[in-house]
């Protein structure tokens, strides 16, 4: 069950600053505090709910396993609607009146990055994000505005970009349309994916860009049809993306779509119809697979009596997962402490640590013991670079008859670096 926290007292603290450098640097006080900065409501609602159960399931077996110093820990998780001020807001409240230790969030790019520039990193306190792939993020990295504060589990935007440009070639879809979310992320990757296109022989033929939560996207269905393309990329999240779907099937478009990760969800095949949908294909990051991830699988299946395949279950666990090993390995709870032991969770030659309380359990034992952990997680391996990035395989979905999100191939880190090679160069 998702537990939230109220944003009434929010607005109370516009223009106020509590920050200190550093902030929050403490000794472990019960409870340890974790903020969650996630969409609950609004355009990526249905998304957001199973992101928010792995992030408590993550807290649950950081509890079951030991905590954090001795501590039980408490998740704060705000929702921020979808919306950057809104987010801010929240991330604010968490940091200056909760006064947590770190924050996992936000899904969507144009979320993130604001409560990054103006919460977080100024306050000194680590963030990570499960599902943020805008380029920005690293390029803030290299120019040294994150202090070193953000971490993500989740690959930058070229590997949402580069496969499905790869696959639409393949099936001779060398005229695609894109119509796409008017944000960090929505830009960024069509950019991607143009470059890709244009590189492996094909073309985007008009990209079209949409404003969240409106009630009809007839106008950008429309100029998008007439450039009569092959296929249409669709870049958006369940409920804008069942909108357009439904729309650009009705005004006669080609049932060839592309769908972007975030529309791997059973709300969009059932708000748009799955017989619509037989001929459409997506991408999405994968998990390296293995046991770490079959039990998370178990674990979070038998806790929510949900499936747990979607965009940013499996990032958001080990986001959170992280967290609770760093703040473990950290030898005080002040900001500065959790980002320098944030690389330390995945040490060469470390002992191996998997998924689950036991798992996290035997972490401890070995923190304590002052030796080295590596973990892999539900994603797999996490190693992140000097900017916080990671890197991952990829994996090719469609839609059966019955409605089912089917997966129909893999790429490996082989094939995905080739594929990057071929692309970049």
């Not at 144009?110 to 100024?122: H, Q």
């Not at 805008?134 to 935007?157: C, E, H, I, N, W």
């Not at 806790?303 to 950290?330: C, F, Q, R, T």
């Not at 019955?402 to 094939?415: E, H, P, R, T, Y």
């Amino acid at each position: 069950m998702i537990r939230f926290h109220s944003l009434l007292a929010v607005g109370m603290l516009a223009g106020a600053s509590l920050y200190t450098t550093g902030a929050q640097a403490q000794d472990a006080t019960c409870p340890v505090r974790i903020g969650g900065v996630l969409s609950l409501t609004g355009s990526m609602g249905a998304v957001g709910k199973n992101i928010a159960n792995s992030a408590q399931l993550a807290i649950d077996h950081i509890n079951e396993g030991g905590g954090i110093k001795g501590c039980k820990v408490e998740f704060l998780l705000r929702d921020d609607q979808g919306q950057p001020n809104v987010g801010v807001d929240a991330a604010k409240f968490l940091v200056e009146v909760d006064r947590v230790s770190a924050i996992t969030g936000a899904i969507s790019s144009g979320v993130t990055i604001p409560i990054l520039t103006s919460v977080t990193a100024p306050a000194g306190i680590p963030q990570i994000g499960c599902c943020s792939s805008a380029p920005v993020l690293t390029d803030l990295a290299k120019q040294g505005k994150t202090g070193g504060y953000f971490f993500r589990t989740f690959p930058s935007v070229k590997n949402l970009a580069y496969p499905p440009a790869s696959v639409a070639i393949e099936k001779g879809l060398k005229r695609v349309a894109v119509i796409y979310i008017n944000t960090d992320y929505g830009t960024s990757l069509v950019k991607d994916f143009s470059a890709a296109m244009k590189t492996l022989g094909g073309e985007v033929v008009s990209s079209v860009a949409f404003n969240e939560n409106q009630a009809s996207y007839r106008a950008e269905v429309s100029t998008a049809l007439a450039s009569k393309p092959d296929a249409v990329f669709l870049v958006a999240f369940p409920q804008d993306g069942a909108t357009l779907a439904r729309e650009w099937i009705s005004l006669g478009g080609t049932r060839k779509l592309i769908l972007n990760n975030a529309l791997r969800s059973a709300d969009f095949v059932k708000a748009v119809g799955a017989q619509y949908l037989t001929e459409s294909f997506g991408t999405d990051n994968a998990s390296a697979g293995g046991p770490e991830l079959d039990t998370f699988r178990g674990l979070y299946e038998a806790a929510y009596k949900v499936s747990a395949e979607g965009p940013g279950i499996y990032n958001e666990y080990d986001a959170v997962m992280v967290l609770g090993l760093a703040m473990n390995i950290a030898p005080d709870l002040s900001g500065a402490a959790i980002r320098d032991s944030i690389r330390k969770i995945h040490t060469s030659g470390g002992t191996a640590i998997g998924t689950g309380p036991e798992a996290f359990a035997e972490a401890l034992k070995t923190i304590k013991e002052g030796k080295p952990i590596r973990y892999n997680g539900a994603t797999g391996p996490l190693e992140f670079d000097a900017y916080g990035d990671v890197t991952g395989p990829a994996l090719t979905w469609s839609i059966g008859e019955d409605g089912a999100l089917k997966i129909d191939s893999k790429l490996s880190m082989q094939d995905m670096q080739a594929l990057f090679k071929k692309i970049d160069g």
